[in-house]
């Protein structure tokens, strides 16, 4: 399994068509919701396995030293196997090295104690996107 971030087009190609499945296809989310244009500013992370892209999220790091993560997602065929704390764990080491203070991210509800486990604090409920609850969390980094 290899874990690749950045922010090149093809990167970006891939990381869209792995969200339009989960979101759009499977939890009936708006496309042009998931499009929101801050695709070609963030830095994307993708997890490749045997040459198929399986999971994606990606990170915008704001001048003040905060960031959002968001769009974390892996295809259904290779989720229960620990995918997604990888990527979300690439990207928060990843923060870190760029002298990130805090990561937020608006996360579905059901996901609250598993982003716990991850080192974010719930803050709020937000939106609701599609007919999916929305909640804050916020992840204070430690800066190295």
């Not at 998931?34 to 500013?41: A, I, M, N, S, T």
């Not at 295809?75 to 690439?90: F, T």
Request: negative net charge.
């Amino acid at each position: 399994m290899e874990v690749t971030i950045g922010k090149s087009a093809d990167l970006i190609e891939k990381a869209q068509a792995i969200r339009y499945q989960v979101f759009t296809m499977e939890q009936s989310i708006p496309n042009e919701l998931d499009f929101d244009g801050l695709d070609r500013v963030a830095e994307h992370a993708l997890v490749t396995e045997a040459n198929q892209t399986v999971a994606t999220a990606r990170l915008v790091i704001n001048t003040d030293g905060s960031s959002v993560m968001a769009r974390v997602a892996v295809l259904e065929a290779y989720r229960g196997r620990g995918i997604a704390s990888i990527v979300v764990n690439k990207l928060i080491e990843y923060a870190q090295k760029q002298g990130v203070s805090s990561i937020e991210i608006h996360a579905h509800s059901y996901l609250r104690s598993y982003y716990e486990r991850l080192g974010f604090e719930f803050i709020q409920e937000v939106e609701i996107v599609g007919e999916h609850q929305l909640i804050k969390m916020l992840h204070q980094l430690v800066r190295t």
